[in-house]
């Protein structure tokens, strides 16, 4: 769970590379990456920044944005984005730390945000003081860099001092820099670190533990930190000391320190692919001690001593067998005092088909836990005798636990739905208080919400959320919006989303949301359903949802628009070129599209355990059966695609989506491209980007599918 969001995870100019189109990009049984490699004929615009290919990007660019935003209503759909983006009746994300609840606030003064903190008697007031710490647009300002706030680390017990990470145009990559909480300012001669795409963590207020680029050989071929040190302070980083190196070719290490209120454990994480770990935790004179937990596990948190992971396999100890999908214990702090005292796991919970476990949290004496039913994720008290006490918080939604204090019971949870604005709760003493709820962004009363059930090529059920307006009447003739994404065990939920509410179902539009296989919503048999050989899965899934609604007549392919990022950018592709017949319009955003070369550029050789590795024979084969970049083909009539991406996205290469305009331009078909020039993977950088971003997608949709 700690490491999840690496799962929660979308050039030269055109004429002189269709000078070299004559080389087909056909592919055979014995077709290896080299000789894709050497077919590519726009394989220039890897280079991400040279001239060429900026040259390229500000040209399509200046087609693409000229217009859309040359379109009727476009600058009032901007205006109603950007207000809601920068309302002060927005609810943010929380931490609790200590005395204080910190957040990061945007707005339309603030667009690239404020650090700032609240006591927690404050929250309860209808205007809390905020005690601003950081204004990253001051400080980008100040320094004339365009500097993005990615997080932030507190020092636990001392509380004085933060370790401060400042990504430039919103890369994964930062620098970082020792922030002193008191005076509000950065440290003179504090720690400090270069841009690099690190991993650190507090071990007390002199020691930090990290992974960074410390020189030749210190990165994995995915672009992670592949040692692991000790750091000092005034100790020059090359005298750090080495704590665990892995191989070159593991995914690579990361940090954290887990607190459970009276202990503090830094905790390494080895990942020798995106799904397989070895967890170490230091021992009192700061030894990496391995962990006794399965490879494809991951540590969910500690609690008064005990680690906690959840079973993805059948798993068989001296003692009993334990089945997928239950949640273990075992004495963590036991093991560490390295005694002669078992530390066999005990049963926590289990999964069924209709609570599937989520995640886990702790406050100072409690356990929380939250499971998905049909999707829906609920909240539970795990009582000391494992039993669930629910919150009295609807079922049918979208409950979230926000944050957990460390030194009281005090949780914040939320609820939202689709058609119910997010609502946030405290939660201490079995009392649940309503603090204070989002305004209506966009009129709901007319909005309806079903769930619905489709059946896959292979016979199974698949669900997904239907929202409409409860006036539209089954005409085949609705102009409907289906996303869905399918991997990386990564849960598509019901939630309220202001600008899609107020974009899109406002204007009359009907929107899907799809729980196709690969994604974890019915635990970690639906993700491992769809992994490498066995991908169509999920594409069949979501021809399956398409095709169902085509059947009841919610809508039609005339009027059936499709939308994903990265990994669901992935999906739009194969589904543009497997199903042109579906869809009317494709948005295909930060996407994966060259599974040839998806290894070898920027984090992509980390996605071999999803996708499988083009360096295997069959698994290429497969790859290229269905790689969108290898599969569009002249004689194909395919629906419109928009496909967005950044020039400083660091993750997903924008040479997929790059390419696969330059293709589809170079065979005539319809094709609409931009990319932002900063945002990293989470495509804009502040809000006025944003705004504008998404105005320019539904304004595509409109003219698409209206």
């Given at each position: 769970?700690?490491?999840?969001?690496l799962?929660?995870?979308?050039?030269?100019?055109?004429?002189?590379?269709?000078?070299?189109?004559?080389?087909?990009?056909?592919?055979?049984?014995?077709?290896?990456?080299?000789?894709?490699?050497?077919?590519?004929?726009?394989?220039?615009?890897?280079?991400?920044?040279?001239?060429?290919?900026?040259?390229?990007?500000?040209s399509?660019?200046?087609?693409?944005?000229?217009?859309?935003?040359?379109?009727?209503?476009?600058?009032?759909?901007?205006?109603?984005?950007?207000?809601?983006?920068?309302?002060?009746d927005?609810?943010?994300?929380?931490?609790?730390?200590?005395?204080?609840?910190?957040?990061?606030?945007?707005?339309?003064?603030?667009?690239?945000?404020?650090?700032?903190?609240?006591?927690?008697?404050?929250?309860?007031?209808?205007?809390?003081?905020?005690?601003?710490?950081?204004?990253v647009?001051?400080?980008?300002?100040?320094?004339?860099?365009?500097?993005?706030?990615?997080?932030?680390?507190?020092?636990?017990?001392?509380?004085?001092?933060?370790?401060?990470?400042?990504?430039?145009?919103g890369?994964?990559?930062?620098?970082?820099?020792?922030?002193?909480?008191?005076?509000?300012?950065?440290?003179?001669?504090?720690f400090?670190?270069?841009?690099?795409?690190?991993?650190?963590?507090?071990?007390?207020?002199?020691?930090?533990?990290?992974?960074?680029?410390f020189?030749?050989?210190?990165?994995?071929?995915?672009?992670?930190?592949?040692?692991?040190?000790?750091?000092?302070?005034?100790?020059?980083?090359?005298?750090?000391?080495?704590?665990?190196?892995?191989?070159?070719?593991?995914?690579?290490?990361?940090?954290?320190?887990?607190?459970?209120?009276?202990?503090?454990?830094?905790?390494?994480?080895?990942?020798?692919?995106?799904?397989?770990?070895?967890?170490?935790?230091?021992?009192?004179?700061?030894?990496?001690?391995?962990?006794?937990?399965?490879?494809?596990?991951?540590?969910?948190?500690?609690?008064?001593?005990?680690?906690?992971?959840?079973?993805?396999?059948?798993?068989?100890?001296?003692?009993?067998?334990?089945?997928t999908?239950?949640?273990?214990?075992?004495?963590?702090?036991?093991?560490?005092?390295?005694?002669?005292?078992?530390?066999?796991?005990d049963?926590?919970?289990?999964?069924?088909?209709?609570?599937?476990?989520?995640?886990?949290?702790?406050?100072?004496?409690?356990?929380?836990?939250?499971?998905?039913?049909?999707?829906?994720?609920?909240?539970?008290?795990?009582?000391?005798?494992?039993?669930?006490?629910?919150?009295?918080?609807p079922?049918?939604?979208?409950?979230?636990?926000?944050?957990?204090?460390?030194?009281?019971?005090?949780?914040?949870v939320?609820?939202?739905?689709?058609?119910q604005?997010?609502?946030?709760?405290?939660?201490?003493?079995?009392?649940?208080?309503?603090?204070?709820?989002?305004p209506?962004?966009?009129?709901?009363?007319?909005?309806?919400?079903?769930?619905?059930?489709?059946?896959?090529?292979?016979?199974?059920?698949?669900?997904?959320?239907l929202?409409?307006?409860?006036?539209?009447?089954?005409?085949?003739?609705?102009?409907?919006?289906?996303?869905?994404?399918?991997?990386?065990?990564?849960?598509?939920?019901?939630?309220?989303?202001?600008?899609?509410?107020?974009?899109?179902?406002?204007?009359?539009?009907?929107?899907?949301?799809?729980?196709?296989?690969?994604g974890?919503?019915?635990?970690?048999?639906?993700?491992?359903?769809?992994l490498?050989?066995?991908?169509?899965?999920?594409?069949?899934?979501?021809?399956?949802?398409?095709?169902?609604?085509?059947?009841?007549?919610?809508?039609?392919?005339?009027?059936?628009?499709?939308?994903?990022?990265?990994?669901?950018?992935?999906?739009?592709?194969v589904?543009?070129?497997?199903?042109?017949?579906?869809?009317?319009?494709?948005?295909?955003?930060?996407?994966?599209?060259?599974?040839?070369?998806?290894?070898?550029l920027?984090?992509?050789?980390?996605?071999v355990?999803?996708?499988?590795?083009?360096?295997?024979?069959?698994?290429?084969?497969?790859?290229?059966?269905?790689?969108?970049?290898?599969?569009?083909?002249?004689?194909?009539?395919?629906?419109?695609?928009?496909?967005?991406?950044?020039?400083?996205?660091?993750?997903?290469?924008?040479?997929?989506?790059?390419?696969?305009?330059?293709?589809?331009?170079?065979?005539?078909?319809?094709?609409?491209?931009?990319?932002?020039?900063?945002?990293?993977?989470?495509?804009?950088a502040?809000?006025?980007?944003?705004?504008?971003?998404?105005?320019?997608?539904?304004?595509?949709?409109?003219?698409?599918?209206?």
């Amino acid at each position: 769970m700690i490491f999840k969001a690496l799962a929660k995870h979308r050039s030269i100019m055109l004429s002189s590379l269709v000078l070299v189109f004559s080389v087909a990009c056909t592919h055979k049984k014995t077709t290896s990456p080299s000789t894709v490699t050497s077919t590519d004929p726009f394989i220039q615009l890897e280079d991400i920044r040279s001239t060429d290919s900026m040259a390229w990007v500000k040209s399509e660019n200046e087609i693409s944005a000229g217009h859309l935003k040359a379109q009727p209503g476009f600058d009032t759909l901007k205006s109603n984005i950007k207000d809601i983006l920068a309302s002060k009746d927005r609810i943010p994300a929380m931490t609790i730390i200590d005395e204080y609840v910190y957040n990061h606030w945007t707005d339309e003064k603030n667009p690239r945000g404020l650090w700032r903190r609240t006591k927690l008697t404050e929250l309860n007031k209808k205007t809390p003081h905020w005690e601003i710490l950081l204004d990253v647009d001051a400080l980008g300002k100040a320094e004339n860099e365009s500097w993005v706030l990615k997080r932030t680390e507190i020092l636990r017990k001392d509380f004085t001092r933060a370790l401060v990470f400042l990504s430039r145009k919103g890369k994964d990559a930062t620098i970082m820099r020792e922030f002193d909480l008191t005076t509000k300012t950065f440290i003179k001669d504090g720690f400090t670190l270069p841009e690099a795409k690190m991993t650190v963590t507090w071990i007390d207020k002199d020691t930090l533990m990290l992974g960074t680029d410390f020189g030749e050989d210190s990165k994995t071929d995915s672009g992670y930190p592949r040692m692991i040190k000790t750091w000092k302070r005034n100790q020059k980083l090359v005298d750090a000391r080495l704590l665990i190196q892995t191989p070159k070719q593991n995914t690579g290490t990361w940090v954290s320190t887990i607190h459970d209120g009276k202990t503090s454990y830094p905790i390494i994480v080895d990942r020798i692919n995106f799904y397989d770990n070895n967890y170490y935790a230091l021992t009192p004179n700061l030894e990496p001690k391995k962990l006794p937990i399965p490879l494809d596990s991951e540590l969910d948190g500690i609690f008064n001593g005990d680690g906690y992971y959840l079973v993805k396999r059948e798993m068989k100890t001296p003692s009993r067998t334990f089945q997928t999908g239950s949640l273990l214990k075992f004495s963590i702090a036991k093991f560490l005092a390295d005694t002669t005292q078992s530390v066999e796991p005990d049963l926590v919970f289990l999964s069924t088909p209709n609570q599937i476990y989520s995640g886990i949290s702790f406050s100072k004496n409690k356990r929380w836990l939250t499971v998905l039913n049909q999707v829906n994720p609920n909240i539970f008290e795990l009582t000391d005798k494992n039993e669930l006490k629910p919150l009295k918080l609807p079922t049918v939604g979208n409950s979230s636990l926000m944050t957990t204090a460390d030194n009281s019971d005090l949780i914040l949870v939320t609820y939202s739905n689709f058609n119910q604005p997010t609502t946030l709760y405290s939660y201490e003493h079995n009392r649940l208080k309503k603090m204070r709820s989002l305004p209506a962004f966009f009129k709901a009363d007319d909005i309806v919400v079903e769930q619905k059930w489709a059946t896959s090529k292979d016979g199974t059920k698949v669900p997904y959320y239907l929202i409409k307006n409860k006036k539209h009447t089954s005409n085949a003739k609705n102009p409907t919006l289906l996303y869905a994404y399918g991997g990386f065990e990564v849960a598509m939920q019901p939630y309220y989303s202001a600008v899609m509410g107020k974009a899109w179902l406002e204007t009359g539009g009907t929107y899907v949301l799809a729980n196709i296989r690969g994604g974890g919503e019915f635990g970690p048999s639906w993700h491992q359903s769809a992994l490498k050989l066995n991908r169509q899965r999920a594409f069949d899934d979501f021809y399956a949802v398409a095709e169902d609604l085509i059947r009841t007549k919610v809508t039609s392919p005339a009027h059936l628009g499709i939308m994903g990022g990265s990994n669901g950018g992935l999906l739009m592709g194969v589904a543009m070129t497997q199903r042109p017949d579906l869809f009317k319009a494709v948005l295909c955003e930060v996407p994966l599209l060259d599974m040839a070369r998806y290894h070898l550029l920027l984090a992509g050789a980390s996605w071999v355990a999803e996708y499988g590795s083009p360096e295997n024979p069959q698994e290429r084969d497969y790859l290229l059966s269905y790689s969108p970049y290898q599969n569009v083909k002249i004689d194909k009539v395919y629906p419109e695609v928009f496909i967005t991406t950044s020039t400083e996205d660091d993750r997903v290469h924008p040479g997929h989506a790059r390419k696969m305009a330059a293709k589809l331009k170079s065979l005539g078909k319809p094709y609409m491209y931009f990319e932002n020039t900063e945002g990293g993977h989470g495509r804009t950088a502040d809000l006025n980007q944003a705004a504008e971003y998404m105005a320019m997608q539904y304004i595509f949709l409109k003219e698409k599918l209206f």
